[in-house]
């Protein structure tokens, strides 16, 4: 068989996974994104803060239910305005940055009510598997997402593209994910269950 | 109570005192740069949602915990 009579063949099995993939956008480190981490210890609320958000989210704004993507986040960026709560974070006793650097957030699937349109929000819940400290465990995400076409005024604040801009909100806790909260001080000061608060915008490739 | 007691008594208060402000200072003390940073980064998203045409509210999830209880981990 000639190559040539091969390629539609070829076109025509690569189509369906390629149309179910749909747009790429991606998320970068820098201002476009916020996500922070607040723990409703006893003695006090933690809130830890990053910007350093990268990843890509597949989806075909027909059908949006079925976009797929990774979200990754340094373990190190994670800043809790403690110095020495930062470093205690990085230990083998909490994240283990060493060997486990980043935490990442795949998203398997949405339930969103409809197709994504310019401008219009939608509440939905994403689903999806979160690893921590090399240990996955599944979690639903409730959002608000919604499509934008870029303009001239979102370029000036820094959207430069088509953007998805989405608002996320889940809890997990800590001992999920093989930290245990110590049996001293620390024990008193944090608390297992830790809110994530993200908000952001990934951009058309 | 003697003059020496009551000396030693405040001299181990003052140094309790200086302790519980070290730890304090080490352990607790929000660095006010990070404040900083933090109200910077929220107004940041706010300018975009603003840009965006969304309702700006960069850390009120309040109406998604509301609307679809967040959910809890399994």
């Known amino acids: 068989m000639k190559l040539a009579s091969l390629s539609p063949l070829v076109v025509v099995l690569l189509l369906p996974s390629s149309a179910a993939l749909g747009d790429t956008f991606e998320l970068k480190p820098g201002p476009l994104n916020r996500v922070v981490f607040e723990n409703d210890a006893p003695l006090e609320t933690i809130t830890g803060m990053t910007s350093d958000v990268s990843g890509t989210i597949e989806i075909d704004l027909a059908k949006p239910a079925g976009a797929k993507g990774k979200v990754t986040i340094p373990v190190k960026s994670i800043d809790t305005g403690v110095a020495k709560r930062n470093e205690d974070l990085q230990s083998d006793q909490w994240f283990d940055a060493a060997k486990h650097p980043d935490m990442t957030f795949a998203i398997e699937k949405v339930e969103i009510p409809g197709a994504l349109e310019d401008g219009k929000v939608q509440t939905a819940k994403v689903h999806g598997q979160m690893t921590i400290k090399g240990r996955t465990k599944p979690v639903v995400a409730a959002a608000k997402v919604s499509f934008h076409k870029v303009t001239e005024k979102q370029k000036a604040a820094w959207i430069m593209a088509d953007a998805v801009r989405v608002k996320a909100l889940f809890q997990l806790r800590l001992s999920d994910f093989g930290i245990k909260i110590p049996d001293n001080l620390a024990g008193v000061k944090v608390a297992d269950e830790v809110e994530i608060k993200a908000s952001l915008t990934a951009l058309r490739k | ?74």
């Open chain 2, 1 to 74: 109570m003697s003059r020496r007691f009551k000396i030693a008594a405040l001299a181990v208060a003052v140094a309790g005192a200086a302790v519980g402000f070290a730890v304090w200072w080490r352990l607790f003390r929000v660095d006010p740069e990070f404040e900083k940073r933090d109200a910077g980064n929220k107004a940041t998203q706010q300018e975009i949602d603003r840009a965006l045409g969304v309702d700006p509210g960069a850390d009120d999830f309040g109406d998604l915990e509301k609307a679809l209880e967040a959910p809890k981990p399994p």
